[in-house]
């Protein structure tokens, strides 16, 4: 299995959560990394905690000539790793659902994605990877959660089209079950509990085991078009 030394890595999403993680495990790993997000004091603050070897660069990733203008700065790179998210409101009953607010949920985690493959194709190397991220509700639907069902079927389903239009470049997701992010553990130890209790491994996932996923996507040069779970087995219950 090839190590990461040489390679430069970008994580859009990287100032928290698994994005961090990945960055983190990136460098460990010998890349170089960039960090993006949209709030200026995070993503610095993410840079310097991860120290030599990464730098930062500010992108809101819902404005293309945003997104377009922090690939002319990256430069030349190998592996893109999308983890970008924001949490509005897209929860609810589909007679309450507000339609405005998911729209622009949609934004940031399915437009954003493709405004990131768009632009990136201009630096990656031929030899690289995108890796996008999806979540276990595209599979396992839950009464009061249509949109956020399809919201990461679509992210999954644009690496898979991404990974014919774009071949040789590389093109996966990772669906993510419940992983102990920052944001996530602002849910509290019970609701967690409820989530994950019936799981084959019935805890949440870290974000060191979220993003060692990401890490076997860089490095597995024959894997394209492929969602690999990280969901404590989820997907059998
Ligand atoms: N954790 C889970 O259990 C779980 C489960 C399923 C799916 N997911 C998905 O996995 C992704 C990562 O989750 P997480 O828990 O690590 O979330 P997180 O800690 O909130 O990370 C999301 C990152 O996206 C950045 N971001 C938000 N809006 C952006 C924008 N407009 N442009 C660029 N960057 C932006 C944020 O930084 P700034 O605020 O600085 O922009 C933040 O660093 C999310 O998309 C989430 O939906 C997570």
Known sequence: ????????????????????????????????????????????????????????????????????????????????????GDWGQMRGPTRDLDIEASKARMEVRFWGAARAAKHAVRQIAADGSISLTGGMLAHRPMPGAPLTTASANTTEGLALGLARDLAPIRVNAVCLGLILSEQVQTMGESAIKAFTSNLPLPRAGTVAEAAEAYLYLMRATYVTGQIVRVDGGGSLV
């Open 1 to 84: 299995m090839s190590k990461l030394s040489g390679a430069k890595v970008v994580v859009i999403g990287g100032a928290s959560g698994v994005g961090y993680a990945v960055a983190a495990a990136a460098l460990e790993a010998g890349a170089e990394v960039v960090v993006g997000s949209s709030r200026t004091a995070r993503i610095e603050a993410a840079a310097r905690r991860l120290g030599h070897g990464a730098r930062s660069l500010l992108v809101d990733v819902r404005d293309e000539a945003s997104v377009s203008a922090f690939f002319d700065a990256v430069g030349p790179f190998h592996h893109l790793v999308f983890t970008a």
